[in-house]
């Protein structure tokens, strides 16, 4: 594991590496939509600060390596954090869910009659 020091690891499902957005369902977990591309979240890895202390956000690619599986097609993707120098060793997975986007019928509509009420003006 990735532990060598009191780390935190988070993957946004809401961001891509270039902070660009990433469409998500409406769940508590912020599941990606499937697009038929790649899904690579962003991951941020912070060292806790110890008793008062500022916590510090980690390097990628001098702290650590960011490395996504199965993150194209519907279903558990997985992100592997490995530490790469300054003490930081070790792996770490990290999963996250690829869902469909499938709209319902009062979406559909409601994306229909907003539409049509835009190209009025």
Known sequence: KMTSKKLEIKVDTTTDREDNPIACDGSRAKNPYYTGAD????VTVTLKGSSGSANQVLTEGTDYAVAYSNNRNKGKATVTVTG??????????????IVSKDMKWYEAVSEKIASFFSNLF
């Not at 899904?39 to 962003?42: G, L, Q, R, S």
């Open 39 to 42: 899904i690579e979240p962003k």
């Open 84 to 97: 790469t120098g300054n003490g930081y060793g070790g792996t770490k997975n990290l999963k996250f869910t």
